[in-house]
């Protein structure tokens, strides 16, 4: 899966496709990463791979495919703070390095 993808850009954006970059950007990103690229996708598609992440976990549940259930197991048991992650408002650069004035000399 390409690193730079960006959802605004993908004109054929589906469910699926949320499901495994969110996935991607918890594995590699943490919640944070995650939360970053739910605020890209919007809400309707958050819920959509939410969803199915839930259907598919069950699905390799039943069918004894503990990998893959893991996956899609780690993206419903983080959601609640990947939602919140997501609401909150993004840091902005100037209010995270604000503190690194007091190491500048006049």
Same mark, same amino acid.
Do not use: H
């Given at each position: ?23 991607? =950007? ?8 995650? #939360? ?29 495919? =503990? =990998?893959? #259930? ?7 048991? =983080? ?28």
């Amino acid at each position: 899966m390409p690193a730079d993808w960006d959802p605004s850009k993908d004109k054929r954006l589906t469910a699926w496709e949320s499901t495994q970059y969110l996935i991607q =950007a918890l594995d590699q990103k943490g919640k944070t990463g995650a #939360a970053g690229l739910l605020r890209q996708l919007g809400g309707d598609f958050g819920d959509r791979a939410r969803d199915l992440a839930y259907r598919l976990y069950s699905i390799c549940e039943r069918k004894g495919w =503990a =990998a893959e #259930a893991l996956a899609y197991n780690s993206i419903v048991l =983080a959601w609640p703070e990947i939602t919140r992650l997501a609401q909150a408002e993004p840091a902005s650069d100037d209010a995270r390095y604000k503190d690194a004035d007091i190491f500048q000399q006049e």
